[in-house]
């Protein structure tokens, strides 16, 4: 069964940093496009941060010049770099994948959180 899961997270305060990693688990193929996601209280979940299997990355611009996305294909893993935190980046973080099976299809997977709390 394939999974996705989640370390880094933590309180720290406001201009830290934190990096968030998240590694799949499994039997697979191949996995394609990775991402990070947060949903704070009260609030829906948004989009941080993306990347494709090339590289090629995408960010919300709230998070841009702050962090940075990045995967190590061999480890199945994706980061982010947070640099410059601010108390409105407190949320919970989603790992997200799109992941091929073995059979040539194509799964989305969700991690199952990790707690970024900053503090001012």
């Known amino acids: 069964q394939v999974q996705l899961v989640e370390s880094g997270g933590g309180l720290v305060q406001a201009g830290g940093s934190l990096r968030l990693s998240c590694a799949a688990s499994?039997?697979?193929?191949?996995?394609?496009?990775m991402g990070w996601y947060r949903q704070a209280p009260g609030k829906q979940r948004e989009l941080v941060a993306t990347?494709?299997?090339?590289?090629?990355?995408n960010y919300a611009d709230s998070v841009k010049g702050r962090f940075t996305i990045s995967r190590d294909n061999a480890k199945n893993t994706v980061y982010l770099q947070m640099n410059s935190l601010k108390p409105e980046d407190t949320a919970v973080y989603y790992c997200?994948?799109?992941?091929?099976?073995?059979?040539?299809?194509?799964?989305?997977?969700w991690g199952q959180g990790t707690q970024v709390t900053v503090s001012s």
């Open positions: 499994g039997k697979f193929f191949s996995i394609d496009d």
């Open positions: 990347i494709t299997s090339r590289g090629t990355t």
């Open positions: 997200n994948a799109e992941i091929w099976s073995r059979l040539r299809l194509s799964y989305n997977y």
